[in-house]
């Protein structure tokens, strides 16, 4: 995918884009609509955001307008199996505009951002665990791709949105985060114990693959430098459980706890509507939540 020359040349120059990876291995954690209203207040800001759907059920590519594919076009699945590079698939993000249509004048564009974005359909989508442990599988495709990529298309921020697993499709992500790279993994967590104590198995496996020596000879690192709560308890929503366990996270975690979003009925509205929270609600809670999650990050809005 990647000449030697110009993966060397990659691996001593300091990337410009961040890198943020929302995983954490439970199911139903907010980890999608994170990415995808966070792509959506950053590009609305002025960065240059590319969001990969990394996730078999392809759901941020749902939300960001991109689930029905044109007759040949490819997808990251593709891009495993080596049968196309990630600089052809990516696509304008967009969300939809008239609920009843599938073509292109049913949506609208979403400035500043686009999605590598993956295909429900695809015969293989299932396989990707399969395809990337072959024997020729490459753990490092999507970095190998990303820099590929960086030569002829900038972007700021490249933020990723993988299953809620730590197989080998997780760990193409996490090895983006190298000695070269900016960014961090950020697991989003709903207020119940059992989201919590996830936190606990990433921070394990994160050291797992920072004290691998194939991982460590390349400056591989991967820290969970941010937690973010989601669906954080309000004065209205919130049984005894949420409260303790939000508690809980800012006692634990207060030094890395990004602003709360708060929970708010809208999140569960994206998929039906393929449309991010900060442009189907803009003035909802968690819309105005990612805001602050955004400048929290370092983002603050371009002039």
């Known amino acids: 995918m990647t000449s030697t020359l110009a993966k060397t040349r990659a691996q001593n120059v300091k990337r410009a884009y961040k890198v943020f990876i929302f995983a954490l291995k439970a199911g139903g954690t907010a980890k999608t609509s994170s990415t995808t209203a966070l792509a959506v207040q950053l590009g609305l800001r002025g960065y240059r955001v590319l969001v990969i759907d990394l996730d078999p059920q392809c759901n941020a590519t749902r939300v960001l307008g991109r689930r029905v594919f044109k007759p040949g076009q490819k997808s990251l699945t593709d891009v495993m199996a080596d049968k196309a590079q990630l600089k052809d698939i990516i696509v304008q993000a967009r969300y939809r505009t008239d609920p009843d ?105 994160l050291k797992e693959i920072s004290e691998r020596r194939m991982y460590q000879r390349r400056g591989i690192r991967p820290q969970m430098k941010y937690v973010m709560a989601c669906a954080a308890p309000t004065a209205s929503f919130g049984t005894e459980e949420h409260w303790e366990t939000f508690n ?50 370092g983002f603050p809005q371009r002039r």
Do not use: M
């Not at 999605?115 to 293989?124: K, M, S, T, V, Y």
């Not at 059992?194 to 606990?200: F, G, N, S, T």
């Not at 509507?273 to 990612?290: H, M």
């Open 248 to 297: 809980e996270l800012k006692e634990e975690y207060g030094d890395i706890l990004l602003p709360p979003v708060h929970w708010s009925g809208v999140a569960t509205k994206i998929y039906r509507n393929e449309c991010a929270v900060p442009i189907l609600s803009p003035n909802s809670r968690p819309a105005q939540d990612y805001a602050k999650v955004a400048t929290a990050l």
């Open 101 to 205: 249509g599938d073509g292109d004048d049913s949506f609208t564009e979403i400035p500043n951002v686009w999605i590598a974005p993956g295909d429900l359909d695809h015969p293989e989508i299932d396989d990707a665990e399969r395809i990337l442990n072959a024997e020729d599988g490459n753990v490092f495709w999507l970095k190998d791709g990303l820099d590929d990529l960086a030569e002829e298309f900038d972007v700021d921020v490249v933020l990723i949105d993988p299953p809620a697993t730590y197989g080998r499709l997780t760990v193409t992500a996490l090895v983006l985060l190298d000695e070269e790279t900016e960014g961090a993994v950020i697991p989003p967590v709903l207020c119940t114990y059992k989201e919590a104590d996830a936190l606990v198995r990433l921070e394990k496996k």
